[in-house]
């Protein structure tokens, strides 16, 4: 079932006030997390490394806390340690993320295949289990998924990344229908090709000269916090591509269908007898 803020629980947004961001110590995590200090949110900044990300915290603000988003007992650990630090969590940025060697699946390494796995799907349920339902109590909560373009077409390698950010878009899609009339506000964020630590060491990109600017995953992600994308909520937006305005100016137009920018199968053709409910459901 499908939920849009149009067709129930209407709200007036509410600002975040609080937000934890997971990946925080680099990168796109750190990027956002600054951002969204700058908006005078306060920040928990969640990352494996605890001298790193105390380093940034020294920088930039936040609470730093160390934290395996994939082990259940960190992160049982860590969301108390941010709610006593904080309060109650608004926002929670699922940033944390790790690319497998780009190999077919034949020729993947089994445990770097799962740890993939673990980070990049286990590590939001985790996160999202422990803080939802505090959420869903307030009747008020935003989690943004920072998605890829790899949730949204086959990969020839790094099947492991292909699938996790497919999951994690499915993922959000059942937040976004569960929760939406609780309150819940899910969105998927691509943030482009972004010059990081991690697309360095990505074949696929060697010689890319043309990079995605943090900036504009940043400017998405805040325009989120502070609820001016709530009408979007469930949908995969991408930063460097989608605009906080043209993004505002579709959702009001009425004229998106019920599963606009959502993973669906496609039909075979017209005469597809399982076309329409394929797409439609």
């Given at each position: 079932?499908?939920?849009?803020?149009?067709?129930?629980?209407?709200?007036?947004?509410?600002?975040?006030?609080?937000a934890l961001v997971t990946g925080a110590s680099r990168g796109i995590g750190r990027a956002i997390a600054a951002g969204l200090i700058r908006e005078g949110?306060?920040?928990?900044l969640?990352?494996?490394?605890?001298?790193?990300?105390?380093?940034?915290c020294c920088e930039i603000g936040g609470v730093p806390i160390a934290c395996d988003v994939s082990s259940p007992r960190d992160v049982t650990r860590a969301m108390e340690e941010a709610v006593a630090a904080?309060?109650?969590?608004?926002?929670?940025?699922?940033?944390?993320?790790?690319?497998?060697?780009?190999?077919?699946?034949?020729?993947?390494?089994?445990?770097l295949w799962w740890?993939?796995?673990?980070?990049?799907?286990?590590?939001?349920?985790?996160l999202e289990r422990a803080l939802v339902p505090s959420m869903v109590e307030r009747g008020a909560g935003r989690i943004v998924d920072l998605s890829s373009g790899a949730?949204?077409?086959?990969m020839l390698t790094a099947s492991a990344y292909n699938a996790s950010k497919t999951a994690l878009a499915r993922m959000g899609a059942h937040l976004h229908d569960a929760g939406f009339d609780r309150g819940l506000r899910v969105f998927e964020v691509a943030p482009g090709v972004v010059a990081t630590d991690m697309t360095a060491d990505m074949p696929m990109h060697e010689g890319r000269t043309e990079w995605t600017p943090v900036e504009r995953t940043v400017e998405l992600v805040t325009a989120i916090a502070r609820g001016e994308l709530d009408?979007?909520?469930?949908?995969?937006?991408?930063?460097?591509?989608?605009?906080?305005?043209?993004?505002?100016?579709?959702?009001?137009?009425?004229?998106?269908?019920?599963?606009?920018?959502?993973?669906?199968?496609?039909?075979?053709?017209p005469a597809d007898a399982a076309g329409a409910t394929l797409v439609a459901r």
């Open positions: 079932m499908n939920r849009s803020s149009v067709a129930s629980h209407e709200v007036s947004p509410e600002p975040c006030a609080t949110l306060t920040v928990v969640l990352a494996r490394d605890r001298a790193a990300v105390s380093a940034v904080v309060g109650p969590i608004d926002l929670l940025v699922n940033n944390a993320g790790v690319c497998e060697p780009e190999t077919s699946l034949w020729e993947a390494d089994p445990e740890r993939t796995m673990e980070v990049n799907v286990r590590g939001p349920f985790l949730a949204s077409h086959d009408a979007c909520s469930g949908w995969f937006m991408r930063a460097g591509m989608d605009t906080v305005e043209a993004l505002q100016a579709l959702a009001a137009s009425g004229s998106a269908p019920p599963n606009a920018r959502r993973l669906r199968m496609l039909p075979a053709g």
